[in-house]
């Protein structure tokens, strides 16, 4: 299928890491013109416009006023921005139990997804409302829908986006862009490397006890259903939805007894 997105811009937020470069290669094999943003990685994002053909533009998307600029020097230097990929947060590691988590740590979780997540889609519903046009795709987890044993932080701030703020902008944003379209991707974990996968074996069989197809995921099988978010042509109607992108998962395994019992 075509997806029409030659020669159109589209910025993803935390381009330079691992989900992030795969969507922006995923992008660019289309033919569209990738905005990398990046705020440390520098090294990983030229190189990665270097091979695609993309614009790497850095900016802490805790900062208003930096994330209000990566918009406006994005759509200086490629013109108007066709979509959005609120991409950049992380996971917050190790697990610690709700009862032993910090206020500084929930916080700074929720900075990082939620936060920045706002910021990002804010900015940008400015440009749409200016163009009248364009489409937002929000990376959220499988930790939104399942929970996450020792990660309520990230699973709560995963929720926000991919219900609160998907919901809540699929209806916003046709104010400005009878057309305009919001959604998210919900993945699985993505193991960064057949060695990483080797050393989280153990993790790894309790991630897919409940997974269908049996694998975890890669960051193209993400990126290419992000990609077709992003395309008019090919999810046109398709708004104020989260895609489980997760083999299927159907729930997560009890934790084992704590020996503190
Ligand atoms: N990997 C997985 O298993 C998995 C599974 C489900 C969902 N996800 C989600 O997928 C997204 C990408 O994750 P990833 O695995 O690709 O992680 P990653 O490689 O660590 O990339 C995350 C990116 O977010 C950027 N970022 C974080 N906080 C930022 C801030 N305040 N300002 C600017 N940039 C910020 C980082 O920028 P710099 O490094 O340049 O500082 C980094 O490029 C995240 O939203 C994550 O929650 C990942």
Do not use: C
């Not at 590691?93 to 900075?111: A, F, K, N, S, Y």
């Not at 990002?120 to 046009?133: D, F, M, N, Q």
Request: charged share 20%; glycine share 12%; hydrophobic share 45%.
């Amino acid at each position: 299928m075509r997806l029409g997105l030659g020669g159109k811009a589209v910025l993803v937020t935390g381009g330079s890491g691992l989900l992030g470069s795969a969507i922006v290669r995923r992008l660019a094999a289309e033919g569209a013109v990738p905005i990398i943003h990046y705020r440390s990685g520098a090294t990983a994002a030229h190189g990665l416009a270097d091979d695609t053909g993309g614009i790497p533009l850095r900016a802490n998307l805790l900062e208003e006023s930096e994330v209000d600029a990566l918009i406006e020097r994005a759509v200086e230097r490629a013109g108007p921005l066709a979509g959005v990929v609120a991409n950049a947060g992380g996971w917050p590691g190790p697990p610690v139990p709700t009862r032993d988590m910090t206020l500084e740590r929930w916080r700074r979780t929720l900075d990082q997804n939620l936060t920045t997540a706002f910021l990002t889609s804010r900015a940008y519903l400015k440009h749409v409302h200016e163009v009248g046009h364009g489409s937002l795709v929000f990376v959220g987890s499988a930790a939104a829908r399942f929970g996450e044993d020792g990660f309520a932080d990230y699973a709560a701030a995963k929720s926000a986006v991919t219900y609160g703020l998907v919901q809540t902008l699929a209806r916003e944003i046709v104010a400005s862009a009878p057309r305009g379209r919001v959604n998210a991707v919900s993945p699985t974990w993505i193991p960064p490397s057949a060695q990483a996968e080797a050393a989280a074996e153990q993790r790894l069989k309790r991630a897919l006890a409940t997974v269908p197809l049996g694998r975890a995921a890669s960051a193209g099988d993400v990126a290419s259903v992000v990609a077709w978010l992003l395309s008019d042509d090919a999810s046109g109607y398709v708004t104020g939805e989260v895609i489980q992108v997760s083999g299927g998962m159907s729930g997560r395994l009890l934790p084992p007894p704590s020996a503190e019992q």
